[in-house]
């Protein structure tokens, strides 16, 4: 199998996780145990480094599409694909800026959790628009 249906294929685990991971964080800021909110900040930090890791590598293997970006209009060729450039860029950077600051209940904070909404319902609508090749790829000789 291709090095880049391996990371296609980490991606999706990888990525639930990130997504359940800021959930449960979310959901820990609403409670009074400081703790747990803690806990589940430095997992969705882990996962979430191994998941842009591994973005990384992804975005490495469709440079040539990402050089062809750039010579047409950002929304032109691939207007999912480019939103959600866009939203996984600015969660990313509101990710680090939550790092250098007290994360808990901050505006930044919220921001993150709007913005990483956004980039979770794109990344699941272009994951699920491409589950099918990466089936065929993995068990190619898989019957219905």
Known sequence: MKIIFKIDCG???LGLFT???GICLHTAGHGDNHQ???IWAVVHSVIAVSFSVLLAYH???HRTWFKALRRNTIFKKQPMTSM???ACLVTM???IALIGIWGANTHIGLLHYIIGIGFTLLMLAH???RVRVIKKTVFP???R
């Open 19 to 21: 997504i359940l991971s």
């Open 11 to 13: 991606l999706y685990p």
């Open 141 to 143: 000789n898989h019957r």
């Open 127 to 129: 994951g699920a628009k």
């Open 36 to 38: 747990i909110w803690e």
């Open 59 to 61: 975005v490495h293997t």
């Open 93 to 95: 950077l509101s990710g």
């Open 84 to 86: 959600l450039s866009v």
